[in-house]
Each structure stands twice: as structure tokens, then as C-alpha cells.
């Protein structure tokens, strides 16, 4: 077996995660390739799930700056696959420290008028392939020692916006999952957390939306909205040994909208 290269240097604003290997699903999307490069960025190593859109490109872009990564393909709807996938990180890397359940779908459709295939799709991606990769992660976190599992969940688990009530629903139910998830797993050394962003920003949002950004932006105290890399932050925070003594905790991340008075 050939030797493994040295991991540059990691940001000197972030922790040091060089010998880390964290999976992150959905990271072909803008959000999940955001919190893939703050990994990349801390020295971990990535395996970075896609589905629909394949994340090669993510994945150059990791190695060309000296860090090492892999692109690793599953319906996480599907039980098996979830496992698989897992397994297949640890193959890869070596001893898999960390798991960010990003993965999610969020379309937009009026509750009166939404089917129960669709609630399920919603439901389906953004929450119980959140419980398969888990089970699947604590399997192999837990004999060796613990590690690390953010669940990418939102403001919107506790303030439901029109339209989204499946999405809010799983996201919140997400929420209660991770505090679930870290009271049974806790023993063995596996820490739960959840990441809850605000609106965050893409290219051509404030051309589709112009109303609802500058709403985001009159109502958060930091007046702007998020980044990819606000919530890829947080995530390396929680994986890092500076969150050691953390589980169960929803970490928001939305600019200071939640403390916004409602009356």
C-alpha cells in the first residue's frame, strides 16, 4: 500500500481536522459542496455524496489544493444504499470520524393541495435518510471510539413558512431526531448535533426573490444573508475536539433573525 500524503496546512481561522474523515451527503448542492470545502479547507478528508448531480468537480477542486477527497454515488432513499454508502466511506478513508446528513430536497407546494407521495418524497430525503446513514455511521463510529454526526436541519423546524409544510415538518422532526440520537448513542462516544441555517444566499436569489431577500436582510441584525460557508463552519465546529462536550444541541446559524421581536 502506497503512503498517504501529507494534508497541507488547514486554515489557520478553522480547527485542525487533518486525520478526520468525514462523509457528507448532498454534496453536490450548493450547501453540502459548502460545507465539503470548510472541511477540506480544516485538512479532513471528504467523501462527498451525490445522487442527481455527480460531484467530481467539487472533488478536483479538493485534491488540486492538496487535500484528498472521493465522490460517492447513492439514493439515500433507499435503506441498503444508505449502508452501503457508509461502508464504502470507511473503506476509503480509514477510520470515518464524522457524518453530515445534508442531503434534502425542499419544493414548494401548498399543504391542501399536496399528495401523500409528495409528503413522503420530502420526508423520505430530508429525515429518514438522515436515520439510515445514523444507524449506519453508529455502527462503525461506535467500536472505534466515537466521532461526529450533524444533521443539516433549519430554522423552518420551528417557524413553518407557506408551502413547505412537509419540508418544516421533517426538519423539525430532524431536530428531535438528533436529541434522540444523542441521548442512546452518547455512551459510546457519538456526539449528535444539528446545524439550523437561515436563508442563505445563491447566485441569481435576489433576481428571482427581490422581495424576500431584502425582507431577510431588513429583519437580520447582521443585515445579510447566509453563506455555504456560515453553515460548512459550524458543521467543522461540531466535529472538531472544541465541540467535545457538546450533543443534542441545535445550532442556529441565520444572521439573528430567530431573535427578531414577532409582536
Known amino acids: 500500500m502506497g503512503l498517504v500524503p501529507a494534508m497541507p496546512a488547514p486554515d489557520p481561522g478553522l480547527p485542525d481536522l487533518r486525520g478526520v474523515v468525514v462523509l457528507v ?5 450548493l450547501i453540502g459542496r459548502g460545507i465539503a470545502l470548510r472541511f477540506a479547507a480544516a485538512g479532513a478528508a471528504v467523501v462527498a455524496h451525490h445522487h442527481r448531480a455527480d460531484a467530481d468537480a467539487l472533488v478536483g477542486r479538493i485534491v488540486a489544493a492538496g487535500g484528498r477527497a472521493v465522490a460517492l454515488a447513492a439514493d439515500l432513499t433507499d435503506d441498503a444504499e444508505c ?31 399536496m399528495s401523500a407521495a409528495q409528503w413522503r418524497a420530502v420526508v423520505d430525503t430530508n429525515l429518514t435518510s438522515a436515520f439510515s446513514c445514523t444507524q449506519a455511521a453508529a455502527a462503525v463510529l461506535g467500536p472505534a471510539g466515537g466521532g461526529s454526526v450533524t444533521h443539516i436541519a433549519s430554522i423552518e423546524g420551528s417557524r413553518p413558512a407557506h408551502g413547505h409544510a412537509h419540508y418544516s415538518a421533517a426538519k423539525a422532526a430532524l431536530i428531535m431526531h438528533a436529541r434522540a440520537a444523542a441521548l442512546e ?32 436582510q431588513h429583519a437580520a441584525p447582521l443585515t445579510r444573508l447566509g453563506r455555504p460557508e456560515d453553515v460548512g463552519d459550524a458543521c467543522v465546529f461540531l466535529a472538531s475536539p472544541m465541540a467535545a462536550w457538546i450533543t443534542g444541541h441545535d445550532l442556529v446559524v441565520d444572521g439573528g433573525v430567530g431573535a427578531r421581536p414577532t409582536w
Open 25 to 29: 451527503t448532498g454534496a453536490s448542492g
Open 83 to 113: 449502508h452501503r454508502l457508509v461502508r464504502q466511506a470507511a473503506e476509503w478513508g480509514g477510520r470515518l470520524s464524522a457524518l453530515v446528513n445534508n442531503a434534502g430536497i425542499q419544493p414548494v407546494l401548498p399543504l391542501a393541495e
Open 185 to 216: 448513542y452518547g455512551p459510546s462516544g457519538i456526539r449528535v448535533n444539528t446545524v439550523s441555517p437561515g436563508l442563505v444566499d445563491r447566485p441569481g436569489l435576489a433576481d428571482d426573490w427581490p422581495e424576500g431577500v431584502r425582507r431577510w
